[in-house]
Nanobody
């Protein structure tokens, strides 16, 4: 599967953005989808994940209550709504897909098979 992330940009603290990640192929609904981010000089970190049906979501403590992950399997797209943004949310955001056969934690990058190219989110203070 190929993933294409979009929606990043420059926003003031307290503002909002919606990221999108579109996937190629006809098996999108078979993948758990995740969002990760990587700030300059830091390791890639988990942000959120969503189950195949969209019925279960997982969040990092740092974004719980501010970010919302969702998916539309009819459009082969996963979204990440970012609200109440803080300067420390500045990072390149990556979407990722986890296949049925993949093992490991949803919270680790190693638990995903496919990655998008990333979209930059910059939050000014």
């Amino acid at each position: 599967v190929q993933l294409q992330a979009s929606g990043g940009g420059l926003v003031q603290a307290g503002g909002s953005l919606r990221l999108s990640c579109s996937a190629s192929g006809r098996t999108f609904s078979s993948y758990v989808m995740g969002w990760f981010r990587q700030a300059p000089g830091k390791e890639r970190e988990f942000v959120a994940a969503i189950s195949r049906s969209g019925g279960t979501t997982y969040y990092a403590d740092s974004v719980e209550g501010r970010f919302t992950i969702s998916r539309d399997n009819t459009k082969n797209t996963v979204y990440l709504q970012l609200n109440s943004l803080k300067p420390e949310d500045t990072a390149v955001y990556y979407c990722a897909a986890r296949s049925l056969s993949r093992s490991g934690s949803y919270y680790r990058a190693s638990g995903y098979d496919y990655w998008g190219q990333g979209t930059l989110v910059t939050v000014s203070s």
